[in-house]
């Protein structure tokens, strides 16, 4: 099998890298049937890769030590379940696996390209297996992960003990799919920028596109801040770490990217800022994986780290200055179509917005790099902490929230003061009533009494546009409201899809701004049969059983919680010693509730048999893991395609027999 998946690799290179020239040669020659084959050859390549990952997977399967990567990274101890969580744990499984799911995603973009793309898509598919080639070059020549031993070994070293856990099946491949799919709506915009087209004609797919990624990035980092919040045992779901950072900030620039594309399709305006924006945040994807793959600065997330820096530095700089340098080629030809006519309009919101995404996504790169150009110049790594982050980013996300609420209550084109103040009514009436309830029952903390307000805003809003849509289907086709709400939904599809994204982003908000500002902790060392009472919370401390595997050894230990006297539930948080790696892992055990969550965790485990414990209270916490499935949600309904009009031939009768001309 081994073998078989490194000829697989060999073959897929060889057909990604035919596929590009192909492409390249078809077009400049004028020749279709070459253009059809390079095509072609990127569907093929999909099977080659697709055999070379089962070959990989089956290696892991069967224990082939006698491959280093799996050596690696299993061991006869290691559940079958974490195969699929090895197979990408380290540098060449997961190049293996970004080149499996580029090769996916491409094949579906050039398949399903629009008719409008067509006259381009060559130059499309040309740039998608260039980005093939370079992954598919450094595995064969750098990081083969068919690559053997000289003798196998009995037994692997083991997987990363952080890796074991339920969202790592998600959470890596979901960023790694997200960063490398950045790159599909840049090739198209670059590649009709080649072609010589400067207006729409990429726009449907890079919206659909841009969306899709948006979404698949957004859950890999939800599901990366729940894995940060049960096993590191800090008792957080975001700690601003450079590989966070990394993932983090493409995500920003694609979020600008899919509202401004959004003004070119209905207006024809912001052709330029959209190239940039898709080019800046293919930039920063490509960035990320630099920081993941050997770059400068350690970090927890770096599982698949090598010594391949300088490569991925390289491509970074490739990927910067091309399409940089495509952009000023065919500047001449971007003019929009319209220009803008109000500051007070739809239009300018979508502005204002994406210039806030974007400060807070330089923000966090300047922050991110600063350690590195301390090191650099000042011979020594002055850190930038979270206060930086919170600080600067805190005001511009609330700037984020405000835009949520008022402009998709703004017109197209203009509006006029009158009928932003009539359409703010209820939404506005909403937030003040919700900042006055805070402050009496003593809630006034600046930053968190306007970060509620301004979510009972967008959500006022939100639910009013509903409201009113439904109640205007009801007075014209008489839909009862269920059937009325739901026939709304559907008839704007992208709009109202939007909607429910931005409900889901409300919800992330409730549990930052909850946790982040009325969040408790404790830590404290027990005894068998000790108590602690942290806020309305009565832990006790019943026992500690000691379980020795050959790979580890699990400290399982047992709590009771009780509130006002009464046994809430008995927990099971968890600490795990890994020899090999010579690091302790934890399993927090949570109670989790719409209000707050009661989480514990073991921190360590004394000689004279006390242990220690991290105890948090995090309110509204919950709010953040429901988010992700309405987002997912509401991105289904914003990209599910409409129907097309059925267009019936008119029958004109014909005239009767002797009737005159």
């Not at 020239?21 to 279709?32: C, I, N, Y």
């Not at 096993?231 to 600008?256: H, K, Q, R, S």
């Not at 940089?324 to 319209?338: E, G, T, V």
């Not at 919680?561 to 809430?568: P, Q």
């Amino acid at each position: 099998m081994a073998d078989l998946g490194a000829a697989c690799l060999w073959m897929g290179l060889a057909l990604a890298a035919y596929s590009c020239f192909a492409s390249v040669g078809g077009q400049l020659r004028g020749s279709t049937a070459l253009v059809d084959s390079g095509r072609k050859a990127s569907y093929v390549l999909v099977v080659a890769l697709l055999v070379s990952t089962l070959s990989l997977v089956q290696s892991f399967i069967a224990r082939d030590f006698s491959l280093q990567y799996v050596a690696e990274h299993s061991n006869l101890a290691m559940p079958n379940i974490f195969t699929w969580v090895a197979f990408y744990a380290g540098n060449e499984g997961s190049l293996l696996y970004i080149a499996f799911a580029l090769s996916v995603m491409a094949a579906l973009a050039i398949w399903l390209a629009p008719a409008s793309t067509r006259p381009t898509l060559a130059w499309t598919t040309a740039i998608l297996m260039l980005i093939e080639v370079f992954f598919l070059a450094v595995m064969g020549f750098m990081a083969n992960p068919f690559a053997k031993l000289p003798f196998p070994v009995p037994d692997g070293q083991g997987i990363n003990p952080l890796l074991t856990h339920f969202g790592m099946f998600f959470h890596p491949p979901a960023l790694m799919a997200g960063l490398v799919g950045i790159s599909i709506p840049m090739a198209f915009s670059l590649g009709s920028l080649i072609g010589g087209k400067g207006g729409d004609e990429w726009i449907d797919a890079g919206r659909a596109w841009g969306v899709g990624i948006w979404a698949l990035l957004a859950a890999g980092l939800l599901l990366g801040s729940w894995w940060a919040y049960t096993i590191l045992g800090w008792g957080g779901f975001w700690f601003w770490d450079p590989v966070e950072n990394a993932a983090f900030m493409p995500w920003i620039a694609l979020t600008a990217f899919v509202h401004s594309i959004m003004v070119q399709k209905r207006r024809g305006m912001f052709r330029m800022w959209n190239i940039v924006l898709i080019d800046v945040a293919f930039g920063l994807a490509l960035y990320g994986m630099f920081m993941n793959r050997g770059g400068p600065v350690p970090s927890v997330h770096s599982f698949g780290a090598s010594t391949l820096g300088w490569v991925f530095l390289l491509f970074l700089a490739f990927g910067v200055i091309v399409p940089l340098a495509i952009f000023f080629w065919r500047y001449d030809r971007m003019k929009s179509a319209q220009s803008l006519d109000s500051m007070l309009s739809r239009e300018s919101a979508f502005l204002v917005n994406n210039l806030l995404l974007l400060g807070i996504g330089f923000a966090t790169l300047w922050g991110t790099v600063y350690p590195l150009l301390s090191r650099l110049f000042a011979e020594q790594e002055i850190t930038v902490a979270r206060p930086f982050y919170d600080q600067v980013n805190g005001p511009l996300m609330l700037g984020l929230v405000l835009l949520m609420g008022v402009g998709p209550l703004l017109p197209w084109r203009r509006a006029n003061l009158r009928s932003l103040q009539r359409a703010l009514q209820i939404p506005g009436t909403a937030a003040l009533v919700t900042v006055a309830v805070l402050l009496v029952v003593g809630i006034r903390q600046p930053y968190a009494v306007v970060g509620f307000g301004l979510c009972a805003l967008v959500t006022a809003s939100i639910v009013s546009e509903w409201v009113r849509g439904t109640m205007a289907r009801r007075r014209s086709v008489g839909d009862n409201p269920a059937v009325g709400f739901v026939r709304l939904i559907l008839a704007n599809r992208p709009r109202y899809g939007g909607y429910i994204v931005h409900l889901a982003v409300v919800m992330v908000a409730l549990g930052v701004v909850g946790q982040s500002f009325y969040g408790v902790q404790r830590d404290v060392a027990l005894m068998p049969g000790e108590s602690v009472t942290v806020q309305d919370y009565t832990l006790e401390y019943v026992d500690t059983t000691a379980l020795a595997f050959s790979d580890r050894t699990e400290f399982r230990t047992t709590v009771e919680v009780y509130r006002d006297g009464e046994l809430l539930e008995t927990m099971h948080p968890q600490r795990t010693f890994h020899p090999a790696f010579n690091m302790a892992s934890t399993r927090a055990a949570i109670r989790s509730t719409p209000v707050e969550d009661f989480y514990v965790v073991p921190s360590e485990n004394r000689e004279d048999g006390a242990v220690g414990f991290r105890i948090l209270v995090n309110p509204l916490v919950w709010w953040m893991w429901v988010a992700g499935p309405v987002m997912i949600f509401g991105t289904v309904v914003a990209l599910w395609p409409t129907r097309a009009p059925v267009r019936r031939p008119v029958v004109v009768p014909s005239p009767a027999p002797g009737a005159a001309d």
